[in-house]
């Protein structure tokens, strides 16, 4: 990741809009910041949600709150805690898709 020229920024996530995504089951609401390449953000994901995809893009995760599973398309499965994260590329077989029974909300930057 190269992190694009740019000042000191700081991000209130409370002013950051809100954008809704459905998806198989359940619901997350994303507050996205693009900075050039990069996208940052803050994601809630209701109780019962399921990913509608296989995603193959690459991530780095941190569960600030909840309990997420991480899927990956070979059927290997991690359940990831508040305090815990994930590190994936853009690269290799690593196709995932992301679901929690109680809800969690997260920071990704991809």
Do not use: N
């Not at 994601?43 to 600030?64: K, N, P, Q, T």
């Amino acid at each position: 990741m190269k992190i694009p020229e740019t000042a000191f920024t700081v991000t209130d996530w409370s002013k950051v809009s809100a954008t809704e995504h459905p998806s198989e089951t359940g619901m997350a609401i994303w507050r996205t910041v693009q900075l050039g390449d990069i996208r940052i953000r803050l994601v809630e994901y209701s109780a019962g949600y399921l990913a509608d995809h296989w995603c193959d893009r690459g991530h780095i995760l941190f569960v600030l709150d909840g309990e997420l599973v991480s899927e990956l398309r070979d059927g290997r499965t991690t359940t990831m805690r508040a305090g815990m994260s994930y590190q994936v590329s853009d690269f290799g077989d690593a196709a995932h898709r992301s679901s929690t029974k109680t809800g969690a909300r997260l920071f990704i930057v991809d």
